[in-house]
C-alpha cells in the first residue's frame, strides 16, 4: 500500500479504539473513486471524508497496519458484542463425532443468537446436550448456541473460489426449528 494510505474502524459512525474489531475503512490515493452511473452505491461505499467501506472486519495494531478478522456479513452481533462464527465452530467441530460446524445468526426471544449445524462422522449421533454442555466449558454464556441441529450436508454453491455455504439458507432452517 502506499505510504500515504490510511485505515482505521468504524462501527455505526463511530471510531474504536485499538484492538478492538470493527469495519474497515480505507483510504489512499488508489482507492475508488465512485461507481459509474450509480450516485446511490457510491454514497454508501465512501464516506463524507474519502474512506472507503471495505466490506472487511478487523483490529487496528499499534504500528498502523491492521488484522483481519472476516468479512462483515459473517458476523454476528450478540449482547451487544461483535462474534465470530468460526470461534464457535471451531469448539463445536473439534468434538468427538462432528465432523464439521456452521454457525449462523438467528432471531430468539428479540435478540440475535447463534445457532449451529453440524455434519457428523460416519456412525455418530447427535447428543445435542453434550455439545452445549462443552461449548459452556469453553465459551462465554452470550455465545452459546440456542441450538444444535445434524445434517446430512451443509447447503453450498460453486463459485470461482471454491465451494462456499449458504448462510442464508442455513439462517431460514433454524428460523423455521425456532418457530416450532
Not at 478487523?58 to 472476516?70: A, C, I, T, V, W
Request: glycine residues 12%; charged residues 25%; hydrophobic residues 40%.
Amino acid at each position: 500500500m502506499s505510504k500515504q494510505a490510511s485505515v482505521r474502524l468504524r462501527e455505526n459512525g463511530t471510531g474504536f479504539a485499538s484492538r478492538e474489531v470493527g469495519e474497515l475503512e480505507m483510504s489512499g490515493p488508489s482507492r475508488m473513486v465512485r461507481y459509474d452511473g450509480d450516485t446511490a452505491a457510491t454514497e454508501r461505499a465512501i464516506t463524507s471524508d474519502g474512506f472507503v467501506h471495505i466490506g472487511d472486519y478487523g483490529r487496528l495494531l499499534n504500528d498502523g497496519s491492521f488484522l483481519f478478522e472476516g468479512r462483515s456479513g459473517d458476523w454476528l452481533r450478540v449482547s451487544g458484542f461483535l462474534i465470530a462464527p468460526a470461534e464457535i465452530e471451531s469448539v463445536i467441530a473439534n468434538l468427538p463425532g462432528i465432523h464439521g460446524c456452521q454457525v449462523v445468526g438467528v432471531d430468539w426471544k428479540g435478540a440475535q443468537r447463534p445457532y449451529a449445524f453440524v455434519t457428523l462422522k460416519s456412525g455418530a449421533g447427535l447428543e445435542e446436550q453434550a455439545v452445549l454442555s462443552a461449548c459452556a466449558q469453553r465459551l462465554p454464556r452470550y455465545k452459546l448456541p440456542v441450538g444444535v441441529e445434524a445434517i446430512e450436508a451443509f447447503p453450498v454453491t460453486d463459485g470461482p473460489n471454491g465451494l462456499k455455504t449458504q448462510k442464508p439458507v442455513l439462517q431460514r432452517m433454524a428460523a423455521d426449528r425456532l418457530a416450532r
